[in-house]
Nanobody
Framework: QVRLAESGGGLVQAGGSLRLSCVVS????????MDWYRQAPGQQRELVAT???????NYANSVKDRFTISRDDAKNTVYLQMDSLKPEDTAVYYC?????????WGQGTQVTVSS
């Protein structure tokens, strides 16, 4: 059974940094791409960053130049380095994995940025 386990969330002051991790287990299939999404209270889930199998990345305009998505294939892990955090970055962050035959979500990790 495929499982995505996020970690690294927490409370940080504005201007600070956090690094989120998402460990993928339970499948030997290659992942087509992985995303980080976030959802703030009362708002729709939004795409934050994407990394493809080939290593190409893409970011939402709101986080460009502040967030960096990366992956370590040996550890089956994708990361989201978040710098210069703002209160509006407060949300539950989810990782998402797209396999050839199915897609999976993690359970989410809370990020809270205080002003």
């Amino acid at each position: 059974q495929v499982r995505l386990a996020e970690s690294g969330g927490g409370l940080v002051q504005a201007g600070g940094s956090l690094r989120l991790s998402c460990v993928v287990s339970g499948s030997r299939l290659s992942i087509n791409f992985m995303d980080w999404y976030r959802q703030a209270p009362g708002q729709q889930r939004e795409l934050v960053a994407t990394i493809t199998r080939g290593g190409a990345t893409n970011y939402a305009n709101s986080v460009k130049d502040r967030f960096t998505i990366s992956r370590d294939d040996a550890k089956n892990t994708v990361y989201l380095q978040m710098d210069s955090l703002k209160p509006e970055d407060t949300a539950v962050y989810y990782c998402y994995a797209a396999f050839p035959t199915a897609n999976y979500w993690g359970q989410g990790t809370q990020v809270t940025v205080s002003s």
